[in-house]
């Protein structure tokens, strides 16, 4: 089962920016599909993005213009660039990979992003 380490979180203000990196254990194009919930306090876990082994990318509605998902093959890590972050933006951040279709979610173990002034 492949092994995925987060980092980049942390305290930010509003309108500032953060990378959050999800660094795999195996090749990221080997994947089915990574990418990254969130879920914020009281809330259901929500998609953020999601990138597809054919190189595919899909951000939810709240963050489109805002959030992009890259992935780095030499690396083997998928990241998340987000920008004009805003205080609903907080949440624990959480890096998945599908490894094959139909395949159960594999998370890592989180990351926190407060956007607070």
């Known amino acids: 089962q492949v092994q995925l380490v987060e980092s980049g979180g942390g305290l930010v203000q509003p309108g500032g920016s953060l990378r959050l990196s999800c660094a795999a254990s195996r090749t990221i194009f080997t994947l089915y599909a990574t990418g990254w919930y969130r879920q914020a306090p009281g809330k259901q876990r929500e998609l953020v993005a999601v990138?597809?082994?054919?190189?595919?990318?899909r951000t939810a509605d709240s963050v489109k213009g805002r959030f992009t998902i890259s992935r780095d093959s030499a690396k083997n890590t998928v990241s998340l660039q987000m920008n004009s972050l805003k205080p609903e933006d907080t949440a624990v951040y959480y890096c998945?990979?599908?490894?094959?279709?139909?395949?159960?979610?594999?998370w890592g173990q989180g990351t926190q992003v407060t956007v607070s002034s």
């Open positions: 998945y990979a599908v490894e094959r279709p139909f395949s159960g979610p594999v």
């Open positions: 990138i597809t082994s054919g190189g595919g990318t």
